[in-house]
């Protein structure tokens, strides 16, 4: 079946990296474009951005440049999410998300979410 | 940038009722607008997409209206599974942004 699987769940402490990962099964993976979405604990969600997965070509919403990276790997349908120099206030659940893109757009499957939490 | 402005924040309801969430886009987006529903630690669930279409496998009960700058999610008759926090989005132009959301508590 249609699935996006993340990785588990990360501890980091306060100046670390950490890589979010969302493996996509069941459909051609460069079909759709992949989102990610933050949920902060107790707190909405807010959309950092998306990536072409024909072209790799990332997006960024304002807020998530320069710590943030997206990226690829197209021989195991896998997207990545690389936050670098991590900060208490990104503790969060991080969502990957298949946009489904025609006349109109909506993101249809979602992965479980992976919690990063920062603390020393 | 388009801002999301859902209403209410809170919605206190019984089983059997009728409830309606509000969204309101801080500019014109169309029908580009989709509903998903978030019970907790549980990711977001697609409702409803373009505006008005139901996605495949969600209850009838459920249905969206609206076009421009102003939407609607109706739930025609609540179930106890339905109580949960409603989020709103706008796909019309990026960055895309969600509505701050609409938590459904039980009466």
């Known amino acids: 079946q249609v699935q996006l699987v993340q990785s588990g769940s990360e501890l980091k402490k306060p100046g670390a990296s950490v890589k979010v990962s969302c493996k996509a099964s069941?459909?051609?993976?460069?079909?759709?474009?992949i989102n990610w979405v933050r949920q902060a604990p107790g707190q909405g969600l807010e959309w950092m951005g998306w990536?072409?997965?024909?072209?790799?070509?990332?997006t960024y919403a304002q807020g998530f440049t320069g710590r943030f990276v997206f990226s690829l790997d197209i021989s195991v349908s896998t997207a990545s999410l690389q936050i670098s120099g991590l900060k208490a206030e990104d503790t969060a659940v991080y969502y990957c998300?298949?946009?489904?893109?025609?006349?109109?757009?909506?993101?249809?499957?979602w992965g479980k979410g992976t919690t990063v939490t920062v603390s020393s | 940038d388009i801002q999301l402005t859902q209403s209410p924040s809170f919605l206190s309801a019984s089983v059997g009722n009728r409830v309606t969430i509000t969204c309101r886009a801080s500019?014109?987006?169309?029908?580009?607008l989709a509903w998903y529903q978030q019970k907790p630690g549980t990711a977001p669930k697609l409702l409803i997409y373009?505006?008005?279409t139901l996605q495949s496998g969600v209850p009838s009960r459920f249905s969206g209206s609206g076009s421009g700058t102003e939407f609607t999610l109706t739930i025609s008759s609540l179930q106890p599974e339905d109580f949960a926090t409603y989020y709103c989005?706008?796909?019309?132009?990026?960055?895309?942004?969600f509505g701050q959301g609409t938590k459904l508590e039980i009466k």
């Open positions: 989005q706008q796909l019309n132009s990026y960055p895309y942004s």
């Open positions: 998300a298949r946009e489904y893109r025609y006349r109109y757009s909506y993101m249809d499957v």
């Open positions: 373009a505006a008005s």
């Open positions: 500019q014109g987006i169309s029908s580009h």
């Open positions: 069941g459909y051609t993976f460069t079909s759709f474009a």
């Open positions: 990536i072409n997965t024909n072209t790799g070509t990332p």
